[in-house]
Nanobody, 124 residues
Framework: QVQLVESGGGLVQAGGSLRLSCAAS????????MGWFRQAPGKGRDFVAA????????YVADSVKGRFSVSRDNAKNTVYLQMNSLKPEDTAVYYC?????????????????WGQGTQVTVSS
């Protein structure tokens, strides 16, 4: 059974940084793509970033490019989302998700497994 557990959210001032972690367990993830999404109150779930467990391919949404980056630690089965220069509009619940395959898909429906989410609040 796949389990994804996010951590690292919290309250930060605008301009600050946070690093989110997603600990994955339950199977071998070498053939998976891991994604980060976010959902603000009253809005849909938006793609943020994705990374393959194998290889160096990553993809970051234009809305956060240059401020956010995604990485992984295979030994720890953990994926990270480094968020810098945070803005109030980055406030949302951030979710980690896993998709079988190699495509760095941005569609929430393409991800089979989801974590419970972690709240990120950026104050102005």
């Amino acid at each position: 059974q796949v389990q994804l557990v996010e951590s690292g959210g919290g309250l930060v001032q605008a301009g600050g940084s946070l690093r989110l972690s997603c600990a994955a367990s339950g199977r071998t993830f070498s053939s998976y793509v891991m994604g980060w999404f976010r959902q603000a109150p009253g809005k849909g779930r938006d793609f943020v970033a994705a990374i393959r467990w194998s290889g160096a391919r990553t993809y970051v949404a234009d809305s956060v490019k240059g401020r956010f980056s995604v990485s992984r630690d295979n030994a720890k089965n953990t994926v990270y989302l480094q968020m810098n220069s945070l803005k109030p509009e980055d406030t949302a619940v951030y979710y980690c998700a896993a998709s079988v395959g190699v495509l760095l898909t941005t569609t929430p429906g393409s991800y089979e497994h989801w974590g419970q989410g972690t709240q990120v609040t950026v104050s102005s």
